[in-house]
């Protein structure tokens, strides 16, 4: 008996596709073929195509708190215009705006997701909060001014210290905007 049973879905295996029951313990699919199977909790998947959850690799989940802002711009007229609405944004802005993508991401079958932001404790606290997984690294762009650099070198790794390996679910990186938003001298000392 598996935790969770998903029978007769429509499976890609092997290059074709197959009518499966999938078997899952805990959070590994353990068993995926025709043999009949039982669970605690059983899905009908019939006439339904069954995936995995999909990994989203390029976010700033909070961002959906500014669609259709700023729309229609050249790249650096559109960050001008973004980044002095983001000055305004509050760690609990970024946790709602972070809880609506997120929720948008579960109901679109993303099980997981890599962030690049600022105030990433909001982003955390909804990771944890929701269960999905995540990579999340706190945005860094020096422009070229090496105090900042070591400021924002000094908070991403507090950051990381307090929240990589969260509840199992988070992992956290350096994230060094762009090369256009990063002196070379800043992307060596990450790279460090």
Known sequence: ??????????????????????????????????????GEVEINAYDKLVL??????????????????????PLNEWLKKIWDAERKLTTKDIYWGSMLGILEMIKTGTTAFCDHY?????????????GIRAVLCYGMMDRGD???GERLLKESRKFI????????????????HSIYMCSPEFLIKVKE
């Open 52 to 73: 995995p959850g999909l990994f989203n690799a390029h976010t700033h989940v909070a961002m959906t708190l500014l669609r259709g802002y700023a729309e229609d711009l």
């Open 1 to 38: 008996m598996y935790d969770i049973a998903i029978t007769d879905g429509l499976c890609f295996i092997d290059r074709g596709f197959i009518q499966a029951n999938i078997g899952i313990e805990g959070n590994k699919i353990a068993y995926v073929g025709r043999k009949e199977i039982k």
């Open 118 to 130: 600022f105030l990433m404790d909001g982003v955390a606290e909804a990771v944890k909060e929701s």
């Open 146 to 148: 090496r105090e900042k």
């Open 161 to 176: 210290e307090k929240w990589d390996g969260e509840s199992g679910i988070i992992r956290t990186i350096l994230g060094p």
